[in-house]
């Protein structure tokens, strides 16, 4: 038995615009921008470190950091030494063009090479909010089962890309990454796929990689 | 660094008598009502399982399931034998009283003890919303770390109970069972916490003795 309801989008054209003028801001500066979409507990900030360590030395990370009430993930990646700004949303279960638009504002934006925006623990809401990003990385903790996919459609429809994390504890649980893949690729065939450990390290590389090719080709599309 | 932004509260005084109405027709019935919440993958779906068969031949559980886009759970606990409806919300991030109604239509209410309400899998967003239910409990998986009260205060803040589980997991995991226990009553002295596996089944006794209790005081409180 199933009951359908309908639900009204509150995406505004106005919401679009700011977007895209954000999108085309960040162009100018030769900034890669991400939006990290992921569940709360998924390994979003963790993999927000490992990539800022990962690039050190190389690329400069700025992030700006989406929670409902603490300021927790800013610190552990100012941390690091990377610039951060943290956006708490009260109960704002997303964030939005015009909130990432404010909290620029107190990046050093010349300063940085690829802008990493850690949106608030939910995989439904921020799928449908554009925040003026160059790539959607969806964050799925195997923990989390292998269904997602299935059960949590639009987050992986709209991504370019998939981190599996926490694939260390692969022995322990009933989910298997090759069928979280193999279902994530179903949903969206072009997503590119990384399998990896933020808590062991273990599968990085590729994931790294690919932030490089985003970069390179972003700045290359620009001339 | 740090921004705050505002946040329209939606709920309408209408939703609350709705809330309010629903509560007093399961009353009369001598059901109750839980409404279960939990972020993506916590294992909600596993513990409305594990309570259908550990209450069989004693109490009849009757299921709502909220999802976003497929049936998965609700056939998981149709196999169960235990009557089940489904509410596809699409892309809405929460269930509402009035789904919760319009679903009830399609359960044999008469053979009914306790009414559990899983939720859209969404640590945020279903918070907000009154369906009437008598308890409101949260699901927490270890595994997604022992941080979650902190920075999603208002689900524990709300809820009556929190189910800890995923704890056949934590020997491999750097977060704990007693840290996440500690946090969630931080937030809500009055919840009542227990650390369970709904993989190996360990711990589900105390909680099924919840359930049981919460249904004898509802029902002595009735007469």
Known sequence: MSVRVAVLAQITEADRILADGLR???????????????????????????????????LRVGVVEGDLATSLDAERIAALGAPAVQITTGSGCHLEARMVQAALGSLPLEEIDVLIVENVGN?????????GEDARVVVASLAEGDDKPRKYPAAFATAQ?????????????????AVLRERALAVNGSLAVFEVSCLTGS????WLEWVRESLRRKRGGKG
């Open 24 to 58: 085309a801001d960040l162009a100018r500066r030769g900034i890669l921008a991400i939006n990290l979409i992921a569940a709360p507990g998924a390994g979003k900030t963790a993999l927000v470190e490992r990539t800022i360590v990962g690039l050190k030395g190389e």
């Open 123 to 131: 995989l439904v809401c921020p799928t449908a909010w554009d925040l």
């Open 203 to 206: 599968g990085l590389e590729g």
């Open 161 to 177: 890309a998939v981190v599996v994390n926490k694939t260390d504890l692969e022995p322990y649980l009933p989910a298997r990454a």
